[in-house]
């Protein structure tokens, strides 16, 4: 169902993205020199491309220096941690991007692994996971912490706040449903073998979608009044949408992120939030002055 | 109705078993004996009981036991040199400090120094991390007892509704994650719940971990519920002048009239939190030799 791009109900992500941007660009130009982002990309990938694009534009404009690593799609395992593990030693590398996806031959979780988490700007390694379990979420992977930035965007006390989360991915979900945990929030999470998932995301305060199905969350699924995250993204004839029917939930929710335009926007900036955390972690380490 | 009474300590005592078979074939075939130290630091009285019975089962089971006492005030780089010297020894495959420790020490500095490979107690970011990621690490204890308890009552847990009440790192966290991994719809319930009674009551596994006595009322079970009950509260035996009694957060008179099966407390959930330290060790010893871990005894 199509809507009002202007519907006021429409939770977006640019203001929420540009607060932070100022944020970390504050902070850089403060410090000066805090060393650079390494983003490493294996092979050629298109889609890969227009991310790296993306996060090296948004680098540029905080003043983040953002060098681009592309390393041959026959390289390997050895040869990546090693790698790597030069980027850990270095003092001028401030944190470090695995691009995804990897050629089928290299086990990312592994490299991922690698990384140090003192360098671990996405928050992808089992370290940095296994802190937001344990109530540290300031350095969470950038999908989960966005659409966090966004539930509290709307003012909303978490303590008690039902939250349903669909979709239990290792990188969006469970991380979501934990740093909501930590802020007081009951959570549940919902997945492909959940028997009702209206059942419970009809009684949520607060739902978020990650599971890449167009239009998978109806009005009728909906609490009136909801805060309603939207993490999907599906290329569909009819353009990019996400998980949520965006148009069908507006009337009944108090807040909707829109897809594209909601989380996305936000997730980047987070990239570069991190990259500030990272810094401020490595200085507490006394690995830089 | 009268619900099953999951008896923990017989079903600890057949792990127990399992593991004393698998140690017994490593013994042979490949020439192994999986090690355990435990680190106990100052002379807490409870702790000492809980590293004898460690230390008693462990022989059992065929292990080796490896006994390391500290004084109370033992400086951190002390306690951490030998931590360092159990990482690093090829015969100990796992190390578990007893806490509490001294206030001077910090859990979870003393965690992170041990080797994520050995730490049986699986309290450590890393094996946390491992968890929440979906992928191979150890397994808290309580948690993982929990878990076996659940599959030998219900086998599949796909689709069903699970409700953990008690978000601590040591146990509603890891539980969450467990049951996740088992396909259950999991919620997490805690102090700030709005509704506890009513999340309570659409579980079709309910998992108690808060430590409030008999919290949990028999009209906060669904019918025909799992409840697994890991609160120990100690009060004053109603009965028995200068005796104490051991209370878990269900009210278990009222839960057996409602639910399928129900752990007791004492003889529930108690029992299997040392055999499942022994089975990490048997994995951890298994994976530090390049072995298949035994079936059954991980998540």
């Known amino acids: 169902m199509s809507f009002d791009p202007k519907d006021p109900r429409l939770l977006r992500g640019a203001p929420v993205r540009q607060r932070i941007l100022d944020d970390v660009a504050g902070y850089v130009a403060k410090r000066g020199n805090i060393g650079r982002l390494v983003s490493i990309s294996i092979g050629d990938i298109p889609e890969v491309a227009v991310y790296i694009r993306n996060q090296a534009r948004v680098a540029e404009a905080v003043h983040l220096p953002f060098e681009q690593e592309n390393w041959p799609a026959d390289i390997t395992q050895d040869a990546c941690k090693a790698r790597l593990q030069a980027m850990n030693d270095d003092p001028g590398v401030l944190g470090v991007i695995l691009q995804r996806p990897v050629p089928d031959h290299i086990n990312v979780r592994s490299l991922q692994s690698a990384i140090h988490p003192l360098k671990d700007v996405e928050g992808m390694n089992p370290a940095s996971i296994g802190n937001i379990l344990y109530n540290d979420v300031a350095l969470a992977p950038c999908t989960a912490a966005a659409a966090v930035e966004l539930v509290r965007e709307t003012g909303l006390t978490m303590e008690g706040l039902e939250v349903v989360v669909v979709g239990h991915s290792e990188i969006v979900g469970k991380p979501v449903a934990m740093m909501l945990m930590a802020e007081g929030a009951t959570v549940t999470v919902c997945h492909h073998m959940t028997r009702s998932v209206a059942m419970h995301s009809r009684r949520a305060d607060v739902v978020v979608v990650a599971v890449g199905k167009a239009h998978l969350i109806g009005a009728d699924m909906i609490k009136p009044g909801a805060v309603v995250i939207d993490i999907g993204i599906n290329q569909t004839d009819d353009g990019i949408v996400g998980d949520v029917d965006t148009g069908a939930v507006l009337d009944l929710a108090g807040w909707v992120t829109p897809v594209p335009g909601g989380v996305g926007p936000v997730t980047v900036a987070i990239l570069m939030r991190n990259a500030i955390v990272a810094h401020q972690r490595q200085v507490a380490a006394g690995w830089l002055s | ?299």
């Open chain 2, 1 to 299: 109705m009268s619900a099953a009474v999951i008896d923990g300590k017989a079903f600890a005592a057949s792990v127990r078993g399992q593991i004393a078979n698998h140690v017994a074939r490593l013994k042979g075939e490949n020439g192994l004996t999986p090690g355990l130290a435990v680190i106990l630091v100052g002379e807490d009285p409870a702790s000492e009981v809980y590293v004898a019975a460690k230390h008693k089962q462990t022989v059992e089971v065929g292990m080796a036991s490896f006994e390391h006492r500290l004084p109370a005030d033992v400086p951190e780089a002390d306690l951490f040199a030998l931590i360092d010297q159990l990482n690093a020894d090829p015969t100990v495959h796992g190390i578990l400090c007893q806490f509490p420790v001294p206030d001077h020490l910090k859990e979870r500095d003393v965690v992170a120094r041990i080797d994520p490979a050995k730490d049986v107690d699986g309290l450590s970011v890393v094996n946390a991390g491992l968890l929440a990621s979906g992928e191979t690490g150890l397994v808290s204890c309580t948690p993982l007892g929990c878990l076996m308890l659940l599959r030998d009552q219900l086998g599949s847990m796909s689709g069903k509704e699970a409700v953990v009440i008690g978000r601590s790192n040591l146990f509603g966290k890891p539980m969450g994650q467990l049951l996740l991994q088992e396909n259950c719809t999991v919620t997490i319930a805690h102090s700030r719940t709005a509704d506890l009674a009513d999340v309570c009551r659409r579980a079709d596994i309910l998992v108690a971990a808060v430590g409030r006595a008999e919290m949990v009322k028999g009209d906060w079970i669904k019918p025909g519920a799992t409840v697994i009950d890991v609160g120990i509260t100690r009060i004053p035996h109603p009965e028995k002048p200068g005796k104490t009694k051991l209370l878990g957060d269900v009210a278990y008179a009222e839960a057996v009239e409602v639910a399928r099966a129900v752990t007791p407390v004492p003889g529930g959930v108690g029992p299997m939190t040392i055999a499942c330290l022994l089975a990490n060790t048997l994995t951890a010893c298994c994976r530090a030799h390049g072995l298949e871990a035994p079936k059954g005894l991980t998540a």
